[in-house]
């Protein structure tokens, strides 16, 4: 006789978080290593206690990048959370210091957080000329050298639009789908994040877009300070995003001016 496949009842939640990167190792779950998602599922443990729980996060950031705006979805099976308000009270309560949740909400099986449209805005917050505040590092990388800001704003618009991006990309798959969308990038003066202890001017590169590849954002800011010391050419820039040409950028900015700014599905 056949026994049946009882599957649980599972409840679906979407959660925004917000964390500072700097003394983490990414997004994802390392042996050893403090990521995001390893202190996520550490305190949810807690939170939960016996309760058979899984998260699935939106992005993978990289070590050292910060988020403003971030989320992922818990899978619950059996019981559902009785109190989503109280849950989210208790659960900043024992999160650590630098990752806070910003809300929660019940969605549906039909939700799936990786596949579901979603646009996404990065940041990447910068100086150069004369080495910053120690305080400055957790959110504003410094570039020594004198750089051209006029040429780099230049260059910041040729990323914009659809264009073959696998000379911003680190260890493509076959699969890996490499032209890419970008709506909106801009180079500007930084009035979006400031502190006491920041340089008297910093700068922003502002990025928009549905999807991008492993480092991509690190290696366009890559491009651009290579630009802006007069190493590469706008040309030179230019044609690097075509799909026929051979000019791998190899300088990845730091991950520590990078701030995954907005998420919206």
Known sequence: MKTRDVRPQRYYYLLEIQYLG???????????????????????????????????????TDAMVS?????????????????????????????????????????????NIIQHPKQKEYLYLFAFGRKSHPFAAPLLATFLEPLDIDIMREGASLFQGKHNFRNFCTKPSEKTVLEREIELCELVVNKEITASFFPDKTYVLR?????????QIRLMMGGLVLLGRGEITLEELKQSLQPDTDFLITYIAPGSGLILNKLSF
């Open 207 to 215: 990025v928009k877009g549905t999807g991008f590849l492993r480092n």
């Open 22 to 60: 700097f003394r983490l190792h990414g997004w994802q779950r390392q042996p050893g290593m403090k990521t995001v998602e390893g202190l996520v599922k550490k305190t949810l443990r807690f939170v939960l206690g016996e309760i058979r729980f899984k998260i699935l996060g939106a992005s993978r």
């Open 67 to 111: 988020a403003n705006q971030a989320a992922f979805e818990l899978f619950i099976d059996h019981q559902p959370l009785e109190n989503m308000a109280d849950f989210l009270v208790v659960f900043n309560k024992n999160l650590p210091p630098d990752i806070r949740a910003l809300s929660i909400k019940e969605v549906d099986s039909k939700f």
